[in-house]
């Protein structure tokens, strides 16, 4: 991988932004000190120099894109799709990045791995480097999927963000797809607007009537190129200059627009969302989250924010049920720590206490039962189905482990 950081360090904004340029240095030939930052030009203004910086590694990277699908490969042979999303906490810089992976069977989709990272940001929202914000996390996630569930990498990974539906060809989806020669395809909630894809274009697609799931609209630019397609995909009621039915999809990399787009349509749950399964999933998972922590954070240490990640990350929804029952079964105060809890005192059998609760008494031995009750509430039903090994063989700070 282009760089390794333990989850305990993702947090550590300079770090976090020196292994994403390193990463993208090293791909296309700059100099890796030309894009290095430290944590305080991060949380600076950003000059010109380093727009300028990041326009000629994304212009760099495009000259690597393949916006054609590989040879012999079609969706006959899709098994398994990724969802990537990133959420972000209103008003602050931190956010929870989601990698999800479903499996196609008989035309179905189901959840078979999630993973989330936190993820603290100094560095602005600026249109059109989104790369800066995003890509790192990316990567971690990847990293992370090899490292503990290797045979379930997707045969594709939808972005929720653009591909070459980028001023300079070159979005999250197209950038993440390049660095790690993965397949990839932007799905954009938004239509994005630039220099050769103006306004009057953006009118002119959203007004463009897309009456059944599958109809779309080419997204052509000034210059002609095709930037992708504005795709129906739900069957609720489409209206005139109304998009919120519409996903703006575009090749990210290995793949022509007319296959991403049926990827897309391949992903779309019958009656559900908008949004293709797994991006949907990614995003639901990181709204749990995000709730689970706003009923702690204005009490609890930023720390305690890891043990909410790794009970969505380790725990199964059995799981995560069991030990909910087993704090409201010894009645410890909300203020008591998990250390603080006499194993003898629980009624379960022994098996339960191995391979569950010392396992995350051990992992969190100061974590409060109140912090615990938040995290071990939080509510997936979509992911209801999946299940995880046993706590005992699972890592804190790492992603989810198959169960045997």
Request: charged letters at 25%; a neutral charge.
């Amino acid at each position: 991988m282009s760089y390794l950081l333990s989850l305990g360090l993702l947090g550590h904004r300079s770090l976090f932004w020196r292994g994403a340029c390193g990463a993208c240095a090293a791909a296309t030939g700059l100099p890796v000190t030309e894009h290095v930052q430290t944590l305080e030009t991060a949380s600076a203004s950003v000059t010109s120099s380093e727009l300028k910086d990041w326009e000629d590694l994304q212009k760099n990277l495009r000259t690597r894109l393949r916006d054609c699908d590989d040879d012999g490969w079609t969706t006959d042979d899709l098994r398994r799709i990724g969802g990537l999303d990133i959420g972000f906490e209103d008003g602050t810089n931190r956010a929870t990045a989601v990698l999800v992976v479903c499996e196609l069977r008989d035309c179905h989709l189901k959840l078979i791995y999630e993973d989330s990272v936190d993820v603290d940001m100094a560095l602005p929202y600026i249109s059109g480097f989104l790369f800066v914000r995003e890509i790192p996390a990316y990567e971690l996630l990847l990293e992370r999927l090899r490292d503990s569930a290797p045979d379930v990498e997707p045969d594709v990974f939808l972005v929720d963000g653009s591909g070459l539906f980028h001023p300079r060809q070159c979005g999250s989806a197209s950038h993440f797809g390049i660095l790690h020669n993965l397949r990839t395809v932007g799905v954009a909630k938004k239509l994005l607007c630039f220099e050769d894809f103006d306004k009057e274009h953006g009118r002119i697609v959203e007004e463009k009537v897309l009456s059944k799931p599958g109809d779309s609209i080419p997204l052509v630019g000034t210059s002609g190129f095709n930037y992708g397609f504005a795709v129906r995909t739900s069957a609720a009621k489409a209206k005139v200059q109304d998009s919120s039915r519409r996903v703006y999809v575009s090749a990210g990399h290995r793949f022509s627009h007319d296959t991403a787009r049926n990827v897309v349509l391949k992903c779309i749950v019958d009656g559900g969302s908008y949004m293709p399964e797994p991006i949907r999933l990614a995003d639901l998972t990181g709204r749990a989250i995000e709730r689970a922590w706003k009923q702690i954070h204005a009490t609890s240490k930023p720390q305690s924010r890891q043990v909410i990640m790794d009970v969505s990350n380790l725990l199964d929804d059995k799981q995560r049920k069991t030990l909910l029952a087993i704090l409201d079964e010894v009645e410890a105060e909300p203020s008591a720590v998990l250390s603080s809890i006499s194993v003898d005192s629980i009624k379960r059998k022994q098996a339960t206490k191995d391979e569950l609760f010392q396992p995350l008494q051990e992992m969190y031995p100061d974590a409060t039962v109140l912090e615990l009750r938040a995290a071990l509430k939080m509510e997936k039903p979509w992911a209801a189905d999946l299940r995880k090994a046993s706590l005992r063989y699972q890592q804190a700070g790492r992603a989810m482990r198959l169960s045997r």
